[in-house]
C-alpha cells in the first residue's frame, strides 16, 4: 500500500479488515441508520454547509471517539498503525482523523470532487473501507477515481465497494466520484488531518 501510495498517490488493497471484522462494522452500521442516527450528508463547511441533491444521495453518520463501539475500536486501531506508517514514509505530520459512516441508498451516488474543503489544507490522506458483502458487477456504486494529479479527465480507476477493500490517496490531489448504486452501499470514509 505504501509502494502504491508512492509511486501513484493512491492505493487499493482487497482484504484490508478481515471478513468477520467487516461484518462487524457492517451491522454497526445497518443498525445505526435503522436506528436514525444518520443524517442527510450534504456539501461545503461551516456557514457554506448545504444539502444538495444534484450533487450527491448519501446518508452519514459521524464516530465520536469517546463513543466508540469495540467495532471501531479495532478500526481506529488499525487506522493508527497506518497513521504512523504514512507519517514514517512521507513525513505528513498527520495527527488526528475525522471520519464517518456512510449509506448510499439505491440510487444514491456522489458526483466529482476533492476532499479537501477549498482555502484549506486540512484533509490531507483520504481513507476509504467497503462494507458491502455479495457486492457483484452490476451492482453500481463504484468509486471513479481520476488518476492524475489535479485532472478529473483523462485515465481513472474503476473500484467495486467490496467488502474489506481500503482505498486511500492523497485527499487534496485526486477528483473522484461515487457512481450511482443500483442497490444500498456502505462504508466508512475518513481523512488524516494535520491538526
Given at each position: 500500500?505504501?509502494?502504491?501510495?508512492?509511486?501513484?498517490?493512491?492505493?487499493?488493497?482487497?482484504?484490508?479488515?478481515?471478513?468477520?471484522?467487516?461484518?462487524?462494522?457492517?451491522?454497526?452500521?445497518?443498525?445505526?441508520?435503522?436506528?436514525?442516527?444518520?443524517?442527510?450528508?450534504?456539501?461545503?463547511?461551516?456557514?457554506?454547509?448545504?444539502?444538495?441533491?444534484?450533487?450527491?444521495?448519501?446518508?452519514?453518520?459521524?464516530?465520536?471517539?469517546?463513543?466508540?463501539?469495540?467495532?471501531?475500536?479495532?478500526?481506529?486501531?488499525?487506522?493508527?498503525?497506518?497513521?504512523?506508517?504514512?507519517?514514517?514514509?512521507?513525513?505528513?505530520?498527520?495527527?488526528?482523523?475525522?471520519?464517518?459512516?456512510?449509506?448510499?441508498?439505491?440510487?444514491?451516488?456522489?458526483?466529482?470532487?476533492?476532499?479537501?474543503?477549498?482555502?484549506?489544507?486540512?484533509?490531507?490522506?483520504?481513507?476509504?473501507?467497503?462494507?458491502?458483502?455479495?457486492?457483484?458487477?452490476?451492482?453500481?456504486?463504484?468509486?471513479?477515481?481520476?488518476?492524475?494529479?489535479?485532472?478529473?479527465?483523462?485515465?481513472?480507476?474503476?473500484?467495486?465497494?467490496?467488502?474489506?477493500?481500503?482505498?486511500?490517496?492523497?485527499?487534496?490531489d485526486y477528483w473522484h466520484e461515487v457512481l450511482p448504486a443500483n442497490k444500498p452501499r456502505m462504508s466508512i470514509t475518513g481523512w488524516f488531518r494535520q491538526s
Amino acid at each position: 500500500m505504501l509502494d502504491a501510495m508512492a509511486n501513484d498517490g493512491w492505493s487499493v488493497t482487497p482484504d484490508f479488515v478481515s471478513l468477520a471484522d467487516s461484518l462487524r462494522l457492517q451491522v454497526e452500521c445497518q443498525v445505526s441508520f435503522e436506528r436514525g442516527e444518520f443524517h442527510r450528508a450534504g456539501v461545503g463547511k461551516g456557514e457554506s454547509f448545504s444539502v444538495r441533491d444534484e450533487l450527491r444521495r448519501d446518508h452519514v453518520m459521524w464516530m465520536v471517539d469517546s463513543g466508540s463501539s469495540p467495532e471501531q475500536k479495532l478500526w481506529m486501531k488499525k487506522l493508527e498503525m497506518l497513521r504512523v506508517a504514512l507519517n514514517q514514509q512521507f513525513f505528513l505530520g498527520l495527527f488526528a482523523y475525522d471520519g464517518h459512516f456512510a449509506i448510499y441508498p439505491q440510487g444514491g451516488f456522489y458526483q466529482a470532487h476533492l476532499d479537501r474543503h477549498a482555502g484549506t489544507n486540512d484533509r490531507i490522506v483520504t481513507v476509504i473501507l467497503y462494507l458491502n458483502d455479495d457486492w457483484q458487477s452490476g451492482d453500481g456504486g463504484e468509486l471513479k477515481l481520476w488518476t492524475t494529479v489535479g485532472e478529473k479527465t483523462g485515465a481513472f480507476q474503476l473500484i467495486e465497494p467490496r467488502m474489506g477493500t481500503m482505498v486511500c490517496f492523497f485527499a487534496g490531489d485526486y477528483w473522484h466520484e461515487v457512481l450511482p448504486a443500483n442497490k444500498p452501499r456502505m462504508s466508512i470514509t475518513g481523512w488524516f488531518r494535520q491538526s
